[in-house]
């Protein structure tokens, strides 16, 4: 199994950047996948999320300026993020879980810095 995101880099405030999240190795149309973030200092939290049915869920802090969408052809995952803020600096992971009754399997990507300074 295998969760490979990029996209990640330096922006200025007011920037957009998009996150790709490339996975393998498991039935990726059957996992809901999730984006996360972890500031230093911080503890990791739940930016936001798609089902596999593609029923999406944002935290409110980036509610209208985040979109999560996913490509099951491609088993990749996207994070568009738009009007960037200095608070929006963080190590961004993707996260596949299996949430079909009796299922347990959760992966993790190595993550990708997303830098909001000018």
């Known amino acids: 199994v295998q969760l490979v995101e990029s996209g990640g880099g330096l922006v200025q405030p007011g920037g957009s950047l998009r996150l790709s999240c490339a996975a393998s190795g498991f039935t990726f149309s059957s996992y809901a996948m999730i984006w996360y973030r972890q500031a230093t200092g911080k503890e990791r939290e739940l930016v936001a999320d798609?089902?596999?049915?593609?029923?999406?869920k944002y935290d409110d802090s980036v509610k209208g300026r985040f979109t999560i969408s996913r490509d099951n052809a491609e088993n990749t995952v996207y994070l568009q993020m738009n009007s960037l803020k200095p608070e929006d600096t963080a190590v961004y992971y993707c996260?596949?879980?299996?949430?079909?009754?009796?299922?347990?399997?959760?992966?993790w990507g190595q993550g990708t810095q997303v830098t909001v300074s000018s």
């Open positions: 798609i089902s596999s049915g593609g029923r999406t």
């Open positions: 996260n596949a879980r299996d949430r079909r009754p009796g299922r347990r399997d959760d992966y």
